[in-house]
């Protein structure tokens, strides 16, 4: 069975800065996804970046970027100039290829923006 | 807003009861995916349905069941509800999930609290 780990229960950054939340995951599968979801104080699910497995190229958004290295099964989220906004919980998910398939949560990470 | 519409928000009912949970899913979505957040057990995935046929399965207890309609929405029914079934349930469309593997986006989900 797939697993995925985010060590990090809590993390803390200053408004502005640079913070990295890590992830790794356990699979045997060739063919699989990536995400990070957002879910802030309303509880409402937000996606915030997926990955391919088979794109060598990191994916982007805006401010939000990841480092994806296949071979150690590692998949961290970099956020760039934080802002008050970006506090939330944040879930590193998995899902194989295939289409049939629910994501596979990690336990979140608490990030906390200090202003 | 992602699209995706859950009723209802918040749902109280006693021990031994049965509740049923509706998702509507985005426009043009085909899957519906069913999730249980909970302090215990984090996020996990429940069940999938494309076009009105189980997909794929999860943790799902045999108390629980599923369906999704030929207008696409579908329910998720608990029954002889117990304390450990409180959580908030969220509903995820995406636009295939037979094939290939799509984004999930997540309704706003409905909080069940079980007295």
């Known amino acids: 069975a797939q697993t995925v780990t985010q060590s990090q229960p809590e993390m803390s950054v200053q408004e502005a800065e640079t913070v990295t939340l890590s992830c790794t995951y356990d699979t045997s599968e060739s063919d699989y996804y990536l995400f990070w979801y957002k879910q802030p104080p309303s509880r409402q699910m937000i996606l915030v970046i997926r990955q391919e497995a088979y794109k060598q190229q990191n994916a982007t958004e805006n401010r939000f970027s990841v480092n994806f290295q296949k071979a150690a099964k590692s998949f961290s989220l970099k956020i760039s100039d934080s802002q008050l906004g970006d506090a939330a919980m944040y879930f590193c998910a998995y899902s194989r290829g295939g289409g049939a398939d629910g994501l596979t949560f990690g336990k979140g990470t608490h990030l906390i923006i200090q202003p | 807003d992602s699209g995706v519409t859950q009723t209802p928000k918040h749902l109280i009912t006693a021990t031994g009861q049965r509740v049923t949970l509706r998702c509507s899913p985005r426009?043009?979505?085909?899957?519906v995916y069913w999730y249980q957040q909970s302090l215990d057990q984090g996020l996990q995935f429940l069940i999938q349905y494309y076009n009105g046929e189980e997909r794929a399965k999860g943790n799902i207890l045999e108390r629980f069941s599923a369906q999704q309609f030929p207008d696409l929405h579908s329910e998720l029914n608990l029954s002889s509800l117990e304390l450990g079934d409180s959580a908030l349930y969220f509903c995820a469309s995406s636009p295939s999930g037979r094939v290939r593997t799509d984004t999930q986006y997540f309704g706003p989900g409905t909080r069940l609290t079980v007295l």
């Open positions: 426009s043009g979505d085909l899957s």
